[in-house]
Nanobody, 127 residues
Framework: QVQLEESGGGSVQTEGSLRLSCAASVPKNRVYCMGWFRQAPGKEREGVAIISTDSKPRYIDSVAGRFSISRDNAKHTASLQMNSLKPEDTAMYYC?????????????????????WGQGTQVTVSS
C-alpha cells in the first residue's frame, strides 16, 4: 500500500513561486512513476508533470519552462517547483503514484493509470 501526503500549497501573487512536496510511504524496494495533477473548480483533472524512476520529467505545455519536477528515491519524496505562477494555475494539486512503466508510456495526463493519490494541497494565484 502506498500513502502520499502533499505539503507546500498556499496563496501567492502572479509571477510568484511555490514549492510543493510529496512524502510517500511505499513498500520496501518498490519504486513508482510519480506525478503531479491539478483540478480547478468546474474543470476536469489534468496532469501537470510526471517523473520516472530515473528522474526523466515530462510536462504539459502550459507549465513547461515554469515548473520543475524532481524526486529523491532514497527519501521517497517528489517535489514540484512552480515559478512564474499565473492565475490559471490556481487549483487543488495532487501527488500521485503509478507503476514505473507509466512514466515511459504515451498517455498520462488524465491520471487514469495512477493508482495512488494524496489528499491534495491548494494553490491560489491572485492577479
Amino acid at each position: 500500500q502506498v500513502q502520499l501526503e502533499e505539503s507546500g500549497g498556499g496563496s501567492v501573487q502572479t509571477e510568484g513561486s511555490l514549492r510543493l512536496s510529496c512524502a510517500a510511504s511505499v513498500p520496501k524496494n518498490r519504486v513508482y512513476c510519480m506525478g503531479w495533477f491539478r483540478q480547478a473548480p468546474g474543470k476536469e483533472r489534468e496532469g501537470v508533470a510526471i517523473i520516472s524512476t530515473d528522474s526523466k520529467p515530462r510536462y504539459i505545455d502550459s507549465v513547461a519552462g515554469r515548473f520543475s519536477i524532481s524526486r529523491d528515491n532514497a527519501k521517497h519524496t517528489a517535489s514540484l517547483q512552480m515559478n512564474s505562477l499565473k492565475p490559471e494555475d490556481t487549483a487543488m494539486y495532487y501527488c500521485a503514484a503509478a507503476p514505473a512503466y507509466v512514466c515511459y508510456s504515451g498517455s498520462w495526463t488524465d491520471g487514469s493509470r495512477f493508482e495512488y493519490w494524496g489528499q491534495g494541497t491548494q494553490v491560489t494565484v491572485s492577479s
